[in-house]
């Protein structure tokens, strides 16, 4: 009975053989092996090369076992791009029919048990796959006789994503997370359709960099043979989730992306591609990626009219974190075409229409009404002609200027930028800027001129002071993150002149700048220099010399600072507001001896020299007086003269520099004692 | 032969020297500068502390912090993470550099560096993460 039956199948087996290779598709090699008819009765054939149109399967075994179950090993499946080695599966129930080989009940043990059911139907030559890893979840390929060759079509219905991350180029973030429907269709004459779309995706790289989360994509793409190539189409819709691709956060909006072009062995092309951005606008491009050297060797992109405001928010405001443009409210429109070629970047162009920028927290800058354009080449100079309408600086009101910027790939220059300012204006010129290897590198010298001191010290919140404040800006240079000034920089204030020599600025931008300098004022106008700083009147000239300043984070560390009376003849004259004023420099005294002797019904004295020296060293003041005149008991702040006269003496030659601050803050009471001549 | 034992013998006074010399490095020193950098690593603190806490963030043995576990950040905030790391790395180089300025000694950077590097660890909550001398995870 047991051989009838074995017979039987043996029998049915070879049918289905012959009606394979009828089927021309197949090449079939029969070597029937028929085990000896025993306890472990068992027929193994070994088929080879199953072909069809992105479909092969190589050294097919058929090893049946006891009960019409069969294993099946298939050596090697290629679907599509995708290959796998050494495939086995086992089948429950194989049917062998003479129209039909079915398998409804099979699996594949691949890591976990996933079902399995496949039907050859003889006549047709249709073979249907389907694999059902869970309930809710189905792949299924259908291979069948087309116009031309045999077409291929792979359904997907729930399939879980993370099945086909291992097949996901290692470089590129993991695929997480994920279900795929849509089908695939190959057609044997090789056009492709294929139409998918991907919910609740995801992905990540280990260090968190890339990732997305809860992606919903629709995916429709169409190919055609093309000569030697394909021609292909694409669009994309993004319609859920969120993305962060350092440092940018994107979340979907409704985003489209379509594109057509051509792929052959060497080259995929994109002849068009547009992209929507709901809210920021749509961008064209095109371009040429060379596959075996894995870069892009030409491209090009236009988008016009994009809000500046959206493209900030959106794009551009990850990219500026942590610099002066990293709060800005932003305003008007820009148009911009790029080009790239095998070297890089080749041109760009930039329209600017109304464009506006302030610094939105710390109003530090900003510029109103930016229009013009930047076209910007890789080896050829060119001229970007741009207007300003107004903007601010450090709160203060900046005129109309135009900026005639000279551009020659990453070298730019600046012949001359003049910029009103209040009631003056700054001038930069000879601005020259480097590409450096880490960093920019930059140069200009300018002048500053005509701004009224009232206007400017009011503006910067200072003590306001009179006069007009001119400067002269010596070369201006900054390396790396320092800037360093070449030559004297000159300024002209309260009547006299301020210059300041070997200027240096290191880590400007940093939480803890430095400044190195050394100063030299010359014959300031002690009248407007008390009525500025609400010191108590004075009038008279002094010099100041400042050698060795260092601030850290603008507050003075280190200095050597002498004040003298200028050389020549003036009318020297000192108010009592001024002496009690002067006293707190040096300690506690003064001021109370002044209100108990009769000289405080004398409103102005006479003093023939005044000076004062602070050697600022670890927070520490070393004090001292009119040079020349040092007593062994103190020394001399303001030397009497005429009359009334004054003289005024420090006893404390050393104070912390905190609280000679703070006593030039309360004018309190000191042991600086008035002396009557 | 014997100017050979001089000479190894010098290089291990100089080092050693050398090492008392950073021993004497004042760490608490206190500039303009310094103050600066310290208010304003005081102040990102706040929005660090609870990113130590959870293990996203954690100690390095370099003396900087570092991005653990991305999973505890979400996606809308691992910019701003990202960017509060940064800016946290660049201060503590900034009062490294400082520190070592302000002893005049800019060549001890890499020493104070180290030393802060174990001072933060030492000074970490229970249940922060920090790097071990292997350079693993390791939960405080």
């Not at chain 1, 072909?51 to 009960?67: D, E, H, P, R, Y």
């Not at chain 1, 169409?222 to 189409?233: G, I, N």
């Not at chain 1, 591609?273 to 606008?281: D, K």
Request: proline share 4%; net charge positive.
């Amino acid at each position: 009975m047991a051989c009838a039956r074995l017979a039987r199948k043996a029998s049915a087996a070879k049918g289905a053989i012959n009606v394979i290779r009828a089927a021309g598709a197949f090449a079939l090699l029969v070597m029937g092996m028929l085990a000896p008819l025993g306890r472990t009765q068992q027929i193994t054939l070994i088929l080879d090369d199953l072909t069809g149109a992105a479909f092969s399967a190589q050294s097919i075994k058929l090893a049946f076992v006891g009960g019409g179950a069969a294993a099946i090993d298939i050596g090697a499946l290629t679907v599509g791009a995708q290959s796998w080695k050494h495939i086995h599966l086992e089948c429950k129930q194989l049917a062998l029919e003479r129209a039909r080989i079915a398998c409804d009940e099979g699996v594949l043990p691949a890591g976990e048990k996933i079902p399995l059911s496949f039907s050859y139907a003889t006549d047709q030559r249709v073979l249907s796959v389907a694999l059902k890893p869970a309930p809710d979840e189905t792949w299924q390929m259908q291979l069948r006789p087309g116009r031309q060759g045999n077409d291929l079509t792979i359904r997907m219905d729930g399939g879980r994503l993370q099945r086909v991350a291992a097949w996901w180029p290692p470089d590129l973030p993991k695929i997480n997370a994920g279900v795929v429907d849509g089908v695939i269709e190959y057609e044997g004459d090789g056009r492709i359709a294929a139409k998918l779309s991907l919910s609740n995706a995801g992905f990540a790289d280990a260090v968190g960099l890339h990732a997305g989360e809860k992606l919903g994509i629709s995916m429709a793409l169409q190919a055609e043979p093309d000569a030697q190539a394909l021609r292909w189409r694409a669009q994309l819709a993004w319609s859920a989730g969120e993305v962060f691709w350092q440092p940018l956060y994107l979340k979907s909006a409704n985003q489209q992306l379509s594109m057509e072009g051509r792929l052959d062995a060497a080259h995929l092309r994109v002849a068009r591609g547009s992209l929507r951005y709901p809210g920021i606008g749509d961008v064209t491009f095109s371009g040429d990626y060379d596959l075996g050297a894995k870069k892009v060797t030409g491209a090009q992109a236009s988008a016009q009219a994009i809000p500046v405001a959206a493209l900030y928010e959106s794009v551009l405001k990850p990219f500026l974190d942590g610099s002066t443009l990293s709060d800005l409210r932003t305003d008007g429109r820009v148009s911009a075409e790029v080009h790239l070629g095998v070297d890089g970047l080749q041109r760009v162009d930039v329209q600017l229409d109304n464009v506006s920028l302030e610094d939105k927290t710390q109003h530090r800058f900003a510029l109103f009404n930016v229009n013009g354009l930047v076209p910007w080449r890789a080896r050829e100079a060119t001229q970007a002609a741009v207007t300003v309408k107004g903007g601010e600086l450090l709160k203060m009101p900046v005129g109309a200027f135009a900026v005639p910027l000279g551009m020659n790939g990453m070298r730019f220059d600046l012949k001359q930028l003049r910029v009103p300012l209040l009631d003056g204006y700054f001038e930069i010129r000879d601005f020259a800027a480097r590409a450096g290897t880490a960093n920019w590198n930059w140069q200009f010298t300018g002048d500053v001129g005509g701004i009224s001191m009232d206007k400017i010290t009011a503006a910067l919140g200072l003590p306001v002071m009179q006069g007009t404040l001119a400067a002269t800006l010596p070369m201006v240079r900054h390396i790396r993150s320092t800037f360093r000034v070449d030559g004297a920089l000159f300024l002209k204030v309260f009547n006299g002149s301020i210059e300041v020599k070997n200027l240096v600025l290191l880590d400007l931008f940093s939480k803890a700048p430095r400044v190195q300098a050394d100063v030299a004022m010359r014959n300031l106008d002690l009248g407007l220099v008390t009525s500025a700083f609400s010191f108590g009147n004075m009038t008279g000239r002094v010099d100041a010399r400042i050698a060795g300043l260092e601030l850290v984070n603008w507050q003075p560390v280190k200095f050597d600072v002498r004040v003298a009376s200028s050389a020549g003849d003036y009318p020297r004259k000192i108010s009592q507001a001024a002496v009690q004023n002067i006293s707190a420099l040096g300690g506690a005294g003064a001021a109370a001896a002044i209100q108990r002797s009769f000289l405080r019904f004398f409103e102005q004295f006479g003093y023939d020299r005044l000076g004062w020296s602070c050697k600022l060293q670890n927070g520490l003041c070393e004090m001292g007086g009119v040079e020349g005149m040092e007593a062994a008991q103190g020394y001399v702040i303001v030397k009497g003269g005429g009359i009334p006269a004054i003289t005024v003496m420090g006893y404390n030659r050393q104070v912390s520099w905190q609280e000679l601050l703070d006593r030039l803050k309360r004018v309190t009471q000191g042991n600086v004692k008035p002396i009557v001549e | 032969m014997k100017n050979w034992i001089m000479k190894t013998l010098w290089l291990i006074a100089a080092l050693f020297a050398a090492g008392q010399a950073f021993a004497q490095a004042n760490l608490e020193i206190n500039t303009p500068g310094v103050a600066a950098i310290q208010g304003s690593m005081q102040k990102r603190h706040g929005e660090l502390a609870p990113l130590y806490a959870s293990g996203a963030v954690g100690l390095t043995r370099d003396g900087n912090v570092a991005l653990r576990d991305p999973a505890a950040v979400p996606l809308a905030q691992r910019a701003a993470v990202n960017g509060l790391i940064a800016a946290e790395n660049q201060d503590r180089a900034a009062l490294y550099r400082e520190i070592a300025r302000a002893n005049s000694h800019p060549e001890w950077e890499g020493d104070i560096r180290n030393t802060f590097g174990q001072r933060w660890i030492d000074r970490a909550q229970a249940g922060w993460y920090y790097q071990n001398a292997a350079g693993a995870w390791t939960r405080k």
